[in-house]
């Protein structure tokens, strides 16, 4: 699949000369000065997966830095090799919030194999709210990552009515240069194991925090670990605005309304936004012999 010359990697602003990344095993070079993606991250991603994919891995071509362990960890690391198939991996999606109503709703990745291969199905979310992703038909990395931060993507446009393509760019910004990495312990199926949890702010330290100051502390945690099925835990962002910083209400207080012409900003006497979402592995279900 070609990608758009629009979506060509670009070098990472304040890069030490010299300093390499090297080119992701999920693409290799195409036709022009676009990429095609590889079939690391399956030959039939449609298009609007494929542009979050580039987007958010495509930090640099061969003559770059090298890819940082938040980048491995969360898109070079064969997430699906262990998982037993064909499976169920059943997530469950929370949001709560001061400024539009609480929910809390399911996600599900159908995994299967084929003549060795991983065939993946994502359905994320059910409703109005179900966000149409493509098949996977050669899965290595979990699926679900990419489901979760197009959906945070798409929320921040929303909401704020910014730039798609600025969102993904500080994301891909803050998972090369700016991320967190620190082991910890989870708890699933009743048993503690090993894991490492992931964090960055993409927008603490952007020139133009100030269009989104409402969103600047918005934290992103991935929780991964090799011990449970499909190597990803949890996935969740945290925005809290509220004087005490503690978990928002599960109902709505108040609507904030963006003020004209100033993105992200609350209109005069409306709450500051305080938004959790959270995404985690629940359950494995397998199909009855």
């Given at each position: 699949m070609?990608?758009?010359?629009?979506?060509?990697?670009?070098?990472?602003?304040?890069?030490?000369?010299?300093?390499?990344?090297?080119r992701?095993?999920?693409?290799?070079?195409?036709?022009?000065?676009?990429?095609?993606?590889?079939?690391?991250?399956?030959?039939?991603?449609g298009?609007?997966?494929?542009?979050?994919?580039?987007?958010?891995?495509?930090?640099?071509?061969?003559?770059?830095?090298p890819?940082?362990?938040?980048?491995?960890?969360?898109?070079?690391?064969?997430?699906?090799?262990?998982?037993?198939?064909?499976a169920?991996?059943?997530?469950?999606f929370?949001?709560?919030?001061?400024?539009?109503?609480?929910?809390?709703?399911?996600?599900?990745?159908?995994?299967?194999?084929?003549?060795?291969?991983?065939h993946?199905?994502?359905?994320?979310?059910?409703?109005?709210?179900?966000?149409?992703?493509?098949?996977?038909a050669?899965?290595h990395?979990?699926?679900?990552?990419?489901?979760?931060l197009?959906?945070?993507?798409?929320?921040?446009?929303?909401?704020?009515?910014?730039?798609?393509?600025?969102?993904?760019?500080?994301?891909?910004?803050?998972?090369?240069?700016?991320?967190?990495?620190?082991?910890?312990?989870?708890?699933y199926?009743?048993?503690?194991?090993e894991?490492k949890?992931?964090?960055?702010?993409?927008y603490l330290?952007?020139p133009?925090?100030?269009r989104?100051?409402?969103?600047?502390?918005?934290?992103?945690?991935?929780?991964?670990?090799?011990?449970?099925?499909?190597?990803?835990?949890?996935?969740?962002?945290?925005?809290?605005?509220?004087?005490?910083?503690?978990?928002?209400?599960?109902?709505?207080?108040?609507?904030?309304?963006?003020?004209?012409?100033?993105?992200?900003?609350a209109?005069?006497?409306?709450?500051?936004?305080?938004?959790?979402?959270?995404?985690?592995?629940?359950?494995?279900?397998?199909?009855?012999?």
């Amino acid at each position: 699949m070609s990608i758009p010359a629009s979506f060509t990697p670009q070098p990472v602003s304040g890069q030490a000369p010299g300093r390499k990344r090297a080119r992701c095993p999920g693409f290799r070079p195409g036709s022009g000065s676009g990429f095609r993606l590889g079939s690391r991250l399956g030959s039939r991603l449609g298009s609007r997966l494929g542009v979050a994919v580039l987007a958010l891995f495509a930090l640099g071509t061969a003559g770059a830095q090298p890819v940082s362990p938040a980048e491995v960890l969360l898109f070079e690391t064969d997430h699906l090799t262990r998982m037993k198939a064909p499976a169920t991996l059943v997530y469950e999606f929370r949001r709560l919030s001061n400024v539009e109503p609480a929910f809390t709703d399911s996600v599900q990745l159908d995994v299967s194999r084929n003549k060795g291969q991983v065939h993946a199905v994502l359905r994320f979310l059910s409703g109005k709210r179900k966000q149409a992703l493509p098949e996977v038909a050669d899965a290595h990395g979990n699926p679900v990552l990419l489901g979760f931060l197009e959906h945070d993507i798409a929320e921040m446009k929303r909401l704020t009515g910014g730039s798609v393509g600025y969102f993904r760019k500080r994301i891909r910004l803050a998972l090369a240069d700016g991320a967190q990495v620190t082991p910890q312990r989870i708890t699933y199926g009743g048993k503690t194991v090993e894991a490492k949890a992931v964090r960055i702010q993409p927008y603490l330290d952007d020139p133009l925090h100030a269009r989104f100051e409402n969103y600047v502390r918005k934290t992103y945690t991935f929780v991964l670990s090799d011990q449970v099925p499909g190597g990803v835990y949890r996935v969740s962002t945290t925005l809290a605005n509220a004087a005490g910083n503690g978990a928002p209400p599960a109902t709505v207080a108040a609507r904030a309304t963006p003020a004209a012409n100033q993105p992200g900003k609350a209109a005069p006497g409306a709450a500051m936004p305080v938004i959790d979402e959270t995404l985690t592995l629940v359950k494995v279900t397998e199909p009855r012999a």
